[in-house]
């Protein structure tokens, strides 16, 4: 079992990456089409919020709180 702080440690990084990755996209796509509503907004940072880890996992780099056993 891993601790809390152990999880928090490995996840950080990653956290940080899909924050990254959100404010550009986001600048990308108001760059491209124009400004979001907000319900558009949501369906990108849900996509990257679930898309994020599965990607992570395809190529190896996915931090072990969230290897499938």
Avoid: D
Avoid at 17 to 24: Q, S
Avoid at 30 to 36: I, Q, S
Avoid at 37 to 65: C, D, H, M, N, T
């Amino acid at each position: 079992m891993t601790s809390t702080t152990e999880k928090v440690r490995q996840l950080a990084p990653h956290w940080g990456v899909i924050l990254v990755v959100v404010f550009v996209v986001f600048a990308l796509v108001e760059n491209t089409v124009g400004e979001l509503a907000f319900w558009q907004s949501l369906l990108i940072v849900v996509v990257i919020a679930f898309g994020y880890p599965l990607v992570v996992r395809r190529l190896g780099v996915a931090p072990e709180v969230w290897q499938r056993e």
